[in-house]
């Protein structure tokens, strides 16, 4: 079988649009702008991308865009006063700040110092234990847009087997509990999981979230599974020059893509999808926020 290519970068484009549409809505009926604060403490260059990044495409949404760049040294009152401003701004309607954080601050404490009406990220404690718990929450933006390409190509995902390889608080997690509200049996396998490849060759849908470049070959993938790979690894790549570098995933694309039904590639897959799902949470919460209704399909 040759997996058909789920295209991130189209389905995310479209996502943009579908919020573009709401944002107009909410300006033109309801005299509301959807605003986004994100934070940035100190000078990582990938930080600095994303956060660029994410800037532009608020603005091309419609949205009101607003960027504090802080210093490296910048002191955890300092920015918990910042986050508190942010807070009680009524034009601000959700709050990333950008992770990783200088070691010096405490990242819970800041995290769950947002208001969860406001965490975009749904990184916020009680964001956890709402989608935990099944109920409405703010939901973390890379498995969300996994979740939308899965549902996307799949319809009902009822009954599926799920792997989720990966335990991360951002993106392992939240993305088993996504798969388990949609009646998904899922299982989640990390570093110490004993006999990975019987595991994952169970599976129709394998999340791939370890960043561990290519870890996954294709014979551990069941013949028409579904692959969604959310690792994004630089490699060196002097076949191409010197100094020069390729982004793989947390699979190995070619032979994974010769068995599986469906497949996301590295670059173009899931990495987009997480920027427009950051924007729709930002429209979901400015509706939530002003007891309006909330779109369909930009949220679980
Ligand atoms: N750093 C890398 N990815 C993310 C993300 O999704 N949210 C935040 N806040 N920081 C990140």
């Known amino acids: 079988m040759t997996a058909m290519i789920i295209d991130g970068k189209e389905f995310a484009a479209r996502v943009r649009a579908k919020v573009a549409g709401h944002v107009t809505r909410l ?44 210093e490296a040294d910048t002191s955890e009152a300092e920015l918990l006063d910042l986050i508190a401003r942010l807070n009680n701004d009524p034009e601000i309607h959700g709050i990333l700040v950008q992770l990783p954080l200088p070691k ?37 933006c890379t498995p969300l847009g996994c979740l939308m390409m899965l549902r996307d190509h799949h319809g009902s995902l009822s009954g599926m087997d799920a792997v989720v390889i990966g335990r991360s608080n951002i993106v392992g997690k939240p993305m ?17 999981t004993k006999d990975l490849a019987d595991v994952v060759r169970r599976a129709d849908i394998v999340v791939a979230a370890v960043g561990r470049p290519e870890m996954v070959p294709g014979d551990w993938i069941k ?9 994004i690894n630089r490699l060196d790549a002097p076949e191409k020059g010197e100094g020069k570098t390729r982004l793989v995933g947390d699979v190995d694309y070619d032979s994974c893509a010769a068995r599986a039904g ?32 909330e779109p369909e399909g930009l949220t679980a």
């Open 223 to 231: 013949e028409g599974a579904t692959v969604i790979d959310v690792g």
């Open 104 to 140: 010096h601050l405490d990242e819970d404490l800041v995290i769950n110092s947002i208001s969860p009406a406001k965490d975009v990220d749904g990184f916020h404690i009680s964001n956890v234990g709402l989608l935990g718990t099944g109920q409405k929450s703010m939901v973390p």
């Open 262 to 293: 469906a497949i996301t590639p590295v670059p173009g897959g899931v990495g987009p999808m997480t920027i427009a799902c950051l924007l729709a949470n930002t429209v979901t919460a400015c509706c939530r926020a002003n007891g309006l209704d």
């Open 176 to 192: 088993a509990q996504l798969l388990l509200g949609d009646s998904c049996t899922v299982t989640i396998a990390h570093s110490r």
């Open 27 to 70: 300006k033109d009926q309801h005299g509301v702008t959807p605003g986004l604060a994100v934070v940035l403490v100190g000078e990582d260059p990938a930080s600095q991308v994303y956060v660029r990044s994410k800037g532009k495409m608020t603005v091309e949404v419609g949205m009101k865009s607003v960027e504090h760049k802080l």
